[in-house]
C-alpha cells in the first residue's frame, strides 16, 4: 500500500484524512459504486476509523467521491491490512479507468480558549 499512502502518513500519531476520486472504467460506475459502498460498513466498525463516507458530486458525475478520517496513521495501516481491502486494492484496476485521484488532508483545529 506505500503506492497510495506514504510511509510518514503510516507512523503519523495525529489525525489523518483523506478526500479523493474514483473515476470507474465505461459502463462499471454502478459497479464501482457499489463495490466502494460495501467497504463502508465494515470499515466503519474500525475503531481508529472516525468517518468513512462515499459521495456522489453533482459537479462530477462520472466519478465517485470518498472521505476518510482516521485516528491516527496506525488506524489507516490496520484499515488498509483488512482482508476486505486487501481484496479490493488488489483488483480495484479492473473497475477503475486510472487509480485513485487523492488528496491528504492535515485537521486544522483551532486552539481551545484557556478556562478563566
Do not use: C, T, W
Not at 478526500?19 to 459502498?37: D, I, S, T, V
Not at 496506525?74 to 473497475?95: C, G, N, T
Amino acid at each position: 500500500m506505500s503506492d497510495l499512502v506514504p510511509a510518514e502518513l503510516l507512523a503519523s500519531d495525529s489525525p489523518v484524512a483523506f478526500f479523493g476520486y474514483a473515476h470507474a472504467k465505461q459502463g462499471l460506475h454502478q459497479a464501482l459504486l457499489e463495490r466502494m459502498l460495501a467497504l463502508g460498513e465494515p470499515s466503519r466498525r474500525e475503531p481508529g476509523i472516525l468517518a468513512y463516507e462515499i459521495h456522489q458530486d453533482s459537479s462530477r458525475p462520472d466519478a465517485i467521491a470518498f472521505y476518510e478520517l482516521y485516528a491516527n496513521g496506525a488506524a489507516v495501516r490496520d484499515h488498509l491490512e483488512q482482508p476486505y481491502m486487501q481484496e479490493f486494492f488488489a483488483d480495484r484496476m479492473s473497475l477503475l479507468e486510472s487509480d485513485f485521484e487523492m488528496s491528504v488532508l492535515n485537521p486544522v483545529r483551532s486552539a481551545s480558549p484557556e478556562p478563566a
